[in-house]
């Protein structure tokens, strides 16, 4: 396989979760050398999801971790390899692409961006305060606990849903109306006696207290809570653009390319991008 002088990787991907392993298992296979980069653990946001009931061919569902450890296992098959760290920036150089990271550089012909989302921050929130972005708590950690959850579409719903089997309460704070999550969703939500949905409700600041959190609210009385599971304001997470738009060479994919936020529509969009970063290698990166 051409590769251009002074370029260790034909692609660096990005990201660990269902977007970059996808992406990275199908340039693998196809001959290409990959190098994966993940900040975190292999699998991303869908490593910490209980069942997951929507992903296609396991019709009983399949937990988040059994499913993301398939995709490793497939990726790893393949030879796709993987660096743990921090990608900070991509730039062009030359003819290809620098990516660089905590440990240093790293030359690519194409880079594949398969980040994620990021949730709105909480800048009132007290440093050491438990305020988590959800989905990587476990329940049980917070059995017999009072929690709440802030956001009104399905990943808050899922958060609720999952903290409810072992908190005592879990209160679920949104701005608007209506929950947006669907309404197998929503109805489960309100066959859970230990969930109170607040809707038309904001966090106007949060207060640290021994054992976690007061949270006081655009209506009715303060909350004393345990953690606060922040699920709102969900933004892709293209901080290694600095802002830019994409170069050349550069594959947007998954979350952080606007999909459809679900595990299926995030490894299908991470296989149309591998697609696209495998012509664009094959036409020598024209
Ligand atoms: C609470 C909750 C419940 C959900 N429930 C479901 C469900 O039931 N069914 C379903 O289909 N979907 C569900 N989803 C959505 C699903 O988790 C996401 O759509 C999916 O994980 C997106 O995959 P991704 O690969 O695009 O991004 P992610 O899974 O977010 O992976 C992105 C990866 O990039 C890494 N990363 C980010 N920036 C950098 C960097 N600079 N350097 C190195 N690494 C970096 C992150 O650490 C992460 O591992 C849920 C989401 C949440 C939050």
Known sequence: MARMKGQEWDAVVIGGGPAGLTAGTYLARAGRRVLLIERGRLGGRALGLGLIENYPGFPAGISGRRLMRRFTTQARRWGLAVRRGLALHIGRRGDGMIVSSEKGGIHARAVLVCTGTRFVEIPEA??????????????????????????????????ALALAKAAERVHLLHRGPFLKAIPLLRRRLAERRNVDIHARCR?????????????????????????????????????????????????????AASAPRQVAAAAADGMRAAMECERYLEAGCA
């Open 126 to 159: 007290p440093s050491g305060g438990r305020v988590g972005h959800g989905a990587f708590e476990r329940a049980r950690d917070f059995r017999g606990a009072t929690v709440a959850v802030l956001g009104g579409g399905e990943a808050a719903a899922h958060q």
């Open 203 to 255: 966090v106007e600041s949060v207060g640290r207290l021994r054992d976690g959190l007061t949270l006081s609210l655009s209506r009715g009385r303060p909350l004393e809570v345990r953690a606060l599971f922040v699920l709102a304001g969900q933004q892709p997470e293209l901080s290694v653009l600095g802002g830019r738009p994409a170069p050349r060479g550069c594959f947007l994919a998954g979350d």
